[in-house]
């Protein structure tokens, strides 16, 4: 028989650790559903994404009732909507791509998912019609959806920054502010805009079904910050020793994953894509990663030392987690967003944790400067700005990185911005006013940088 | 396949005896028991097989929790492949 210690390791982590299986996510091709009459192309996409993902919700509730553990969000990505427009988009830049949001809400509500993501363009060298046009329709798509995530890729280590998608983001984000500002500014949620995207994150808002992927792929989300956390109040060793309790957490962590991945696509007959091994935090008391920095050692998340104890996690995270799955991918490391982590939102609150420091933290962990609440009257430039210094940090180190950020209309430095839920709220904070709106207009892309003579 | 039932809760007279016999009705074989009381808290782990079960596991399931509830005990019943999984290589 089992050891009975074990048996109750494991119930502890789920009942009173917060582990969990974040997101059974299904990713859907859609490029069967491509035609130049926009109405007949929503109706193919409605058609297979409510087929394909008919049982998607009853297989992940059986599969958490079966084995014990809560499965949180069952989601679904689709590929790229510019890709899919692009036929009835023809040469007009100005085409508007909402129908297609409507088309996929209007699926997701059907197939009873919380999000659905893949309203989407891949911009990181240039602008195909469509992808402008896409570009053009987030703010309108987004505020009249609910459950529609949108992401852009503006960047890339083999490409470079795509400027001129840069500058555009920027105006989108505040667009998409203004249209959404009776709720906080909600809208800008469920909008990332990427550098060096993943095509096979299950991970919302920036998840969508990659042109490499199968036809339908599970990849599945895992969580578990309050395992790590209660692993480390019991470690009173040497930072060496600290690592190595995080790799032994995150492999039982990243084992959950793979057997509710194998099992979600055993019983939805669909192939088993990835495990993402992230560490994603909820609002919830006990799962925070802030909270797991301070118990290695800090007094308060973004002290100094706060990149260092967050490299240990996110490379002891993987290491761990990648023995414990046959197929490792998506943003795969630590999450850091603000609004939904209780320990980032009291640092941000007592003003240890900056947007300066947030950014140097996402040099070294996974994706980026992620739900972050700023004043709703910083321009534009300065929103496209930081998205650069964002992409430059993941085209030149190689990495994803990527920026989640809320100017929320009618408030500034000290307000409070609150969204619910997995979303949580954020404290506004200060953003640097000096203008780099002469660097922005430029335009133009900045080149793909050299990979060797790494200094 | 084989599941492991975990029963906590004030210590009683009866519980391995309503838990057994909920697994009988329902043609689940105990295949083993651990039992102990720690200053009146009960706590049993048990191992049974549901190959022969003459309901769905999810209604097995559904049946423990009503029993938990009723007799104001936290039970957890779950295949061991979860078990198997975070400590077994």
Known sequence: MLNESKILETINMITQEHLDIRTVTMGISLHSCVDSDTKKCCARIYDKITKKAENLVAAGESIEKELGIPIINKRISVTPISLIAAAAAGDDENFDCSPFAETLQKAADTCGVN????????????????????????????????????????????????????????????????????????????????????????????????????????????????????????????????AETIKKTAFKITRMGQLVAAQASKKLGVPFGIVDLSLAPTPAIGDSVAHILEEMGLESCGSCGTTAALALLNDAVKKGGVMASSHVGGLSGAFIPVSEDAGMISAAKSGALTIEKLEAMTAVCSVGLDMIAVPGDTPDEVISALIADEAAIGVVNSKTTAVRVIPAYGKTVGDTVSFGGLLGEAPVMKISSFSPAKFISRGGRIPAPIQSLKN | MNAVITVTGKDTVGIIAKVSSECFKYNANILDITQKVFGGMFVMTMLISVDELNIKFADFVDIMNDLAKKEHLVIHTMHESIFDAMHNI
Do not use: W
């Open chain 1, 115 to 242: 999000f659905i993501g893949g309203f989407s363009a891949l911009v990181q060298k240039g602008f195909a019609v469509s992808d402008k046009a896409l570009i053009k329709s987030i703010p309108s798509a987004l505020a009249a959806t609910k459950n529609v995530c949108s992401s852009v890729n503006v960047a890339s280590t083999k490409a470079g920054i795509n400027m001129n998608a840069v500058a555009m983001m920027g105006k989108t984000i505040k667009q998409l502010a203004y249209l959404t500002r009776e709720n906080d500014s909600i809208g800008c949620a469920k909008l990332v805009v990427f550098a060096n995207v993943p095509e096979d994150n299950p991970f919302m808002a920036g998840a969508f079904h990659g042109s490499g992927e199968g036809e339908c792929m599970i990849n599945v989300g895992v969580s578990g910050p309050g395992v790590v956390k209660r692993a480390l109040e019991k470690c009173d060793g040497d930072l060496s020793e600290v």
